[in-house]
């Protein structure tokens, strides 16, 4: 948690950030992990709902869920063709 708080880096990802922690200790180590990093662009792959927060844009990569999805007008591309 230290070295991603204290990378310079632009874009951070966690991946399962709190999967080996419990309920209690999850919860708080992610809300230091956004408060620490709200100047960036942050990545969280998770399983847990929990770590999703109503504030957060979503991309669920269900098969079903992502068929199903369809683009909101003010969303940006994650990629551009140039």
Known sequence: MARTLLTGADV??????????????????LAELRHGLRDRTVVLVTHNLEDISPDDSRLDLDRAAALAATP?????????RG
């Open 12 to 29: 951070i990802l966690l991946d399962e950030p709190t999967a080996h922690l419990d309920a209690e200790s999850g919860r708080a180590m």
């Open 72 to 80: 909101r007008p003010e969303s940006t591309p994650l990629l551009a």
